[in-house]
């Protein structure tokens, strides 16, 4: 079944592919994030955290229409001393690889949705090390031109779970500025 997915999602970016132009895009996402860390602790705790960190987007893009392609960022998660374990842990990182796509629901521009499917790597040097998992992410925003450049305006959520019943639930927003005919 997996093969099939991949070899669907491989004709859809080729058809993309020859529509679109291929472009890199940016943004910045500003977390407040639920981590409950499962099996990691010793009776399930949920801390609250914060977040912050980019995401780069090699994507094809139709500017102000759609946009489909590959995701790739990191998430710097704030513990502030606030973990299930000994003093020591230190701040983790959260890793994501995946597949995203942005709609314009209105022609040329304003409001926006975007979705998303990743696979994480979370890091926790001290706590947990390191745990695969996936994640999913829905989100909703408005993009402003301003000549050649556009200022999107986003909020998101985030549910990712990883391997010992770890999960984030994460609300995201972020800022992004695209530098239409330049990049």
């Known amino acids: 079944m997996k093969k099939v997915w991949v070899t669907c999602l491989c004709l859809l970016m080729s058809g993309t592919a020859w ?3 291929f472009k890199i895009r940016a943004r910045e996402h500003f977390d407040t994030m639920k981590l409950t860390y499962g099996e990691a602790s010793s009776d399930n705790q949920t801390r609250n955290h914060s977040g912050i960190g980019p995401m ?3 994507w094809f893009e139709e500017p102000f229409a759609n946009s489909f ?3 790739y960022g990191m998430t710097y998660i ?3 001393g606030e973990t299930p374990y000994a003093q020591g842990s230190r701040d983790t990182e959260m ?3 995946g597949i995203e796509g942005k709609h314009f629901f209105i022609k040329d521009g304003g409001l926006f949705g975007r979705w998303a499917a990743s696979r994480q790597r979370l890091k926790s040097y001290d706590a947990f090390g390191e745990l695969k998992g996936t994640s999913g992410y829905l989100g909703v925003g408005w993009e402003f031109h301003l000549g050649k450049i556009g200022l999107a305006f986003e909020t998101g959520r985030v549910r990712a779970s990883f391997e010992r019943q770890i999960t984030i639930e994460s ?7 695209h530098f ?4």
Do not use: H, K, Q, R
């Open 69 to 71: 392609g590959f995701a």
């Open 56 to 58: 780069l987007d090699f």
């Open 171 to 177: 609300e995201s927003p972020s800022i992004g500025v």
């Open 19 to 21: 529509a679109y132009d």
């Open 180 to 183: 239409y005919g330049y990049i």
């Open 95 to 97: 890793w994501t690889t």
């Open 78 to 80: 704030n513990n502030n």
